[in-house]
């Protein structure tokens, strides 16, 4: 299955076999439609699942058997709900956890059986809350760009550790 994300176009897949596209867009009227329409990324993860980031509509949950989307949203009253509804790469690291980036509510760890998040900011020792990319070395660490430089983030401790312009990188952003 090739699934494609647009900027205001929604979430599309196409099928091989009759050479054609199937759109998911946001339907106000729809609770269990896409939640917003600028889709940032999309990932598989170890189960199978598909998940969509959006920018403004939070986290989709694809169900595949029903065509329907559950929607994780930026809750001010649950501190347990995902930090923003912008949301950038998802990753899901060689322990399988599972890990968003957001523009501007830092990084959150999803416990995909309940459903809370634990976020981490700047407040934790990111340098900055937006984050664009992330990879893992061999020690399982995970190193994000923001905008304010590179970060090292040690998950068996929880530590962040910072590197920008004073560390000898050229620029402090890096998206």
């Known amino acids: 299955t090739i699934w494609v994300g647009t900027d205001r176009g929604g979430l599309s897949r196409y099928n091989e076999n009759i050479k054609s596209f199937t759109t998911f867009t946001h339907d106000p009227n729809v609770p269990n439609s896409l939640s917003n329409d600028r889709v940032r990324d999309i990932h598989e993860d170890s189960e199978g699942t598909l998940w ?86 061999s020690k399982s660490n995970l190193w994000f760009s923001t905008n304010r430089g590179i970060s090292k983030f040690t998950p068996a401790d929880t530590t962040f550790t910072n590197f920008g312009v004073e560390d000898g990188l050229q620029a402090n952003e890096f998206n």
């Not at 980031?53 to 559950?70: C, I, M, P």
């Not at 599972?98 to 309940?114: A, I, P």
């Open 52 to 137: 969509i980031s959006t920018y403004g509509g939070g986290l989709n949950k694809f169900d595949a058997r029903n065509q329907v989307f559950s929607a994780y949203k930026s809750n001010v009253n649950d501190k347990y709900s995902i930090s923003t509804n912008r949301i950038y790469p998802i990753y899901e690291d060689s322990k399988d956890n599972f890990w968003v980036l957001t523009y501007g509510g830092g990084l959150n760890k999803l416990d995909r059986n309940s459903g809370k998040f634990i976020h981490f900011t700047e407040e934790d020792g990111l340098p900055n809350n937006v984050l664009y990319g992330v990879l893992e070395d």
